[in-house]
């Protein structure tokens, strides 16, 4: 994998340029024919362990070779939390936001073949002097007769912490507890939810999908 650094320190930056070389660096990768082929800007290259590499969308993924920078569809402090979130590498400081106890909470729920309607909500608290912000999402499910058959509540890890992502989160968990081959009407009071499923899970796959807000929770869904 080519090295490439931030042009500033902010957390608002999205523009990286190559890393000229540093103590990352295996000589012997830069002399290989397909890179110098194709990577003809990059100075610095290293090994790393697949299971252990995200992909994220670039707005310029073509100007490898023409010795432009790369500029990511979001900021790098989404795109970190992101990665945090995915990897969830215990010897990483945020490793908290995905404790034992809160995956085994997601896995335990099964609900049975009758459920047929799903509610679902979210919260989100904004931060404050005292405390920082907080999401929670939940979901209730109904069988044919208006029935509850189950409910649950979450306090969700707050990276990039929003609203918005706190709705899309408790869809999320409400369909993981189903059992598969459930058929079901999903409710939620979030007009802004039901419109982006329109547009990402009401239609075909797009690529497009990468670079929108909380991609990760809509290719779950």
Same mark, same amino acid.
Request: aromatic content about 10%; proline content about 7%.
């Given at each position: 994998m080519? #090295? /490439?650094?931030?042009?500033s320190?902010?957390a +608002?930056?999205? &523009?990286?340029?190559?890393?000229?070389?540093?103590?990352?660096?295996i000589?012997?990768l830069?002399k290989k024919?397909?890179i110098?082929?194709?990577?003809?800007?990059?100075?610095?290259?290293?090994?790393? *362990?697949?299971s252990?590499?995200?992909?994220?969308p670039?707005?310029?993924?073509k100007?490898? =070779?023409?010795?432009?920078?790369? &500029?990511l569809s979001?900021? /790098?402090s989404?795109?970190t939390?992101l990665?945090l979130v #995915?990897l969830a590498?215990p010897s990483?400081? &945020?490793s908290s936001?995905?404790?034992?106890?809160?995956?085994?909470?997601i896995e +335990? $729920?099964?609900?049975?073949?009758?459920?047929q309607?799903?509610?679902?909500?979210?919260?989100?608290?904004? =931060?404050?002097?005292?405390?920082?912000?907080?999401?929670t999402?939940?979901w209730?499910?109904?069988? $044919? $007769?208006g029935?509850?058959?189950e409910s649950?509540?979450?306090? *969700?890890p707050?990276?990039?912490?929003?609203?918005?992502?706190?709705e899309i989160?408790?869809?999320?968990?409400?369909?993981n507890?189903l059992? #598969?081959?459930?058929? *079901?009407?999903?409710h939620?009071?979030?007009?802004?939810? *039901?419109?982006?499923?329109?547009?990402?899970?009401?239609?075909?796959?797009?690529?497009?999908?990468?670079?929108?807000h909380?991609?990760l929770?809509?290719?779950?869904?």
């Amino acid at each position: 994998m080519s #090295h /490439w650094l931030p042009v500033s320190s902010s957390a +608002d930056e999205r &523009t990286y340029n190559p890393c000229p070389g540093c103590s990352f660096n295996i000589p012997a990768l830069s002399k290989k024919s397909a890179i110098k082929q194709r990577c003809n800007s990059e100075k610095c290259f290293f090994n790393v *362990i697949l299971s252990e590499t995200v992909g994220y969308p670039t707005r310029n993924a073509k100007v490898f =070779a023409a010795y432009l920078p790369i &500029t990511l569809s979001t900021s /790098w402090s989404y795109a970190t939390s992101l990665a945090l979130v #995915h990897l969830a590498n215990p010897s990483l400081p &945020t490793s908290s936001a995905f404790s034992p106890s809160f995956k085994d909470r997601i896995e +335990d $729920d099964v609900l049975p073949l009758s459920v047929q309607s799903l509610y679902t909500d979210g919260f989100f608290h904004v =931060a404050k002097d005292s405390s920082p912000p907080s999401m929670t999402s939940a979901w209730l499910a109904l069988d $044919d $007769d208006g029935l509850i058959l189950e409910s649950s509540s979450l306090q *969700i890890p707050s990276c990039f912490p929003s609203a918005l992502r706190s709705e899309i989160f408790a869809v999320v968990l409400g369909l993981n507890a189903l059992s #598969h081959s459930s058929s *079901i009407s999903i409710h939620t009071d979030c007009s802004q939810l *039901i419109s982006l499923w329109k547009r990402f899970v009401d239609v075909p796959f797009s690529p497009k999908l990468l670079r929108e807000h909380n991609h990760l929770l809509w290719l779950s869904i």
